[in-house]
T-cell receptor
Framework: DAGVTQSPTHLIKTRGQHVTLRCSPI?????VSWYQQVLGQGPQFIFQ???????GRGNFPDRFSARQFPNYSSELNVNALLLGDSALYLC?????????????FGPGTRLTVT | QKEVEQNSGPLSVPEGAIASLNCTYS??????FFWYRQYSGKSPELIMS????GDKEDGRFTAQLNKASQYVSLLIRDSQPSDSATYLC?????????????FGKGTLLTVNP
């Protein structure tokens, strides 16, 4: 079975630009979460979507937005990029069925803002 | 106050030894606890989940949870060089925060041949 897929793998953007990152969850999983990981830190929660509805949002500015599509894939948008947005962006997929809360990460998108 | 704290590394153990990784958390309502392994330049990989007090064993890995002490640990028996990685402790909040994982900073483990 295919795992979580993310695209692109790497991305270089200039300050002020916007970026769209994409994620496809594991087949059968209806929940997608987005995390940001900067070097030397653990992942920080950005958003979670379940059945196309936003379930939670982390402490990130409104420049960050996301959505989930009918096929449960998701995209994360970041506007007005700042140097500090340079990070590994991780998508995690979960079943969210009864007593099953494990989240499985994709390979990530490495974003560099110059 | 940090929500999830892990023992500061790096941790270095010889091949074949037991590696012990520790984690404390502040949200007493937390329900689910996870250990992830992250190799350099890669994404986190789920290796253990634990939901109730006590021990949970999976191969060479044992996770231990003590909710009263707000403490979770991971033991790696017969450590191998391939276990060298950063280990991340993640906690899922209870109640209204049950949608997100809160991670510690991670502990870098090096297993020396």
């Amino acid at each position: 079975d295919a795992g979580v897929t993310q695209s692109p793998t790497h991305l270089i953007k200039t300050r002020g630009q916007h970026v769209t990152l994409r994620c496809s969850p594991i087949s059968g999983h209806k929940s997608v979460s987005w995390y940001q990981q900067v070097l030397g830190q653990g992942p920080q929660f950005i958003f979670q979507y379940y059945e196309k509805e936003e379930r939670g949002r982390g402490n990130f500015p409104d420049r960050f937005s996301a959505r989930q599509f009918p096929n449960y894939s998701s995209e994360l948008n970041v506007n007005a990029l700042l140097l500090g947005d340079s990070a590994l962006y991780l998508c995690a997929s979960s079943l969210l069925a009864l007593n099953s809360y494990e989240q499985y990460f994709g390979p990530g998108t490495r974003l560099t803002v110059t | 106050q940090k929500e999830v704290e892990q023992n500061s590394g790096p941790l270095s153990v010889p091949e074949g030894a037991i590696a012990s990784l520790n984690c404390t958390y502040s949200d007493r309502g937390s329900q689910s606890f996870f250990w992830y392994r992250q190799y350099s330049g890669k994404s986190p990989e789920l290796i253990m989940s634990i939901y109730s007090n006590g021990d949970k064993e999976d191969g060479r890995f044992t996770a231990q949870l003590n909710k009263a002490s707000q403490y979770v640990s991971l033991l790696i028996r017969d450590s191998q060089p391939s276990d060298s990685a950063t280990y991340l402790c993640a906690v899922q909040g209870g109640g209204g925060s049950n949608y997100k994982l809160t991670f510690g900073k991670g502990t870098l483990l090096t297993v020396n041949p």
